[in-house]
Structure formats: C-alpha cells, structure tokens
C-alpha cells in the first residue's frame, strides 16, 4: 500500500486513501502541469485548521480553567502555528510523501516549514472527513504528545495540589495521597517521579528536579484527568 508507512506513523488507516493522497498534493505539482481529477491539499488544509484550533481550543479550555479568553487565544496561536505544526509534521516525516512540482523540489520544498505545517493541517482535515472529530482529536493529540500539557502547565502558576485535594472532597472521591517511585541521574541533580493515587488507583504521573515539582506535575495531570471525566460524564 502507497501510504501504509504514513498511516503508521499516523496511527491511522484510512477507509478513503483518496483523501489522504489529496492532503498531500502541493498546488507546485498542478502549476506545473495538469493532472485530471487532481486537486491540491490547499481545501484539506482549510479544514484541518479549524479542526486542529478546535481540538487544542477544547484542552487548553478544560486544563486551564482559570484562564481568560485572551490567554486561551495566545495559548492555542503557539500550538497551531507554523513553526509547532512543522516539528510535529518532521516528527513523522511527512515532507516525503508530498507530491510536489520539480522547482518546488530543487528549492528544497519537502521540508519548508510553510509546506510541512500546511500538510500536516490537510492530514488532519482528511482524518476528519475520513473519520469523524473523534479519530481527528485521537490523532492530533498523539501527535502533540504532553506539549499542550507543558505550554498549560507553565501558564497556570496555581497551587495544583490544594485544587486537587478540594475537588476530591466536593465530589467525595476519596483520599489523595502522593508516592515517589522513582530517583535517577546524578546525586547532585537527581530526577523524581511521582504517582498521585485516589485511593489504591494511580491517576497520573509527574517528575521534577524535586519532590515539590514533581508532585506539582502530578496534581496537574491529575486534575485534567478528573476534569475531562467529569465533562464526559464518566
């Protein structure tokens, strides 16, 4: 299969292949010459943005809950733009897979950040034709990995911990209480990491240069977790 190596890094398999190889047609290959029945990414890539600003618009909103609407803005503007989306496009080598003209080629067009960024948006417009918001929220937050995380958690300079303890006693979900389960690098700059427990069951994990920051990390997460199951209806 043409895309299977795009679609594992994707995590992804598309019922609809057409759709992913119109994500990946630049406008320089149809300038160059014409293709019949051939359109570039450049509608895909319409769509991908307002499903990508809407997916990191959702989280940023549930973890950061303190934040105003300006914040939230500035937040998801660094996590959508060019030089973001880019990284997360080279991380599964996207730029290999377009179908671009031969000037846009020698110009070294697979890995402009323009394109790899545009790309990246059109992908995620076809997994969400393909596949519906859910499986375009799966992907897209795959790909992010913990950076929506880390760009929330330096924003909010809340006490996590107390927000924890006082959600847990409104909704009477038990006893929290924070365990240190790992110690590594240097004895002069060790590493820490910590599991947060409701009762006997983990409900996230963080790590810090100390215990303080790792049990911050932890709270933090922790939250969002019961945060996004309250939302749910879980």
Do not use: W
Not at 56 to 66: C, G, H, K, Q, V
């Amino acid at each position: 299969m043409p895309f299977e190596e795009l679609e594992k890094q994707l995590n992804y398999s598309f019922k609809n292949p057409g759709l992913l190889k119109e994500a990946l047609v630049h406008s320089s290959l149809l300038n160059e010459r014409s293709i019949p029945n051939v359109a570039s990414n450049e509608r895909l890539e319409y769509l991908g943005d307002a499903v990508v600003g809407l997916i990191i618009a959702r989280e940023l909103f549930l973890m950061i809950p303190n934040a105003t609407e300006g914040e939230l803005t500035q937040l998801r503007s660094s996590l959508v733009c060019r030089s973001t989306l880019a990284t997360l496009a080279r991380k599964i080598g996207l730029g290999k897979h377009f179908f671009i003209g031969k000037g846009e080629e020698a110009t070294g067009g697979r890995d402009k950040p323009a394109n790899l960024a545009r790309g990246l948006e059109a992908v995620l417009g076809a997994i969400y034709l393909d596949g519906g918001l859910e499986k375009a929220k799966q992907v897209t937050l795959e790909l992010y990995d913990d950076l929506i995380e880390k760009t929330a958690l330096n924003q909010e300079s809340g006490d996590y911990k107390s927000s924890l303890q006082e959600l847990v006693q409104l909704k009477k979900l038990g006893e929290v209480t924070y365990h240190i389960t790992d110690t590594s690098g240097p004895a002069h700059e060790p590493d820490f990491t910590v599991e947060v427990r409701l009762d006997d069951d983990t409900i996230a994990t963080g790590k810090g240069k100390n215990k303080k920051a790792a049990e911050t990390e932890a709270a933090f997460k922790a939250l969002n977790f019961l945060r996004s199951k309250m939302v749910n209806g879980n």
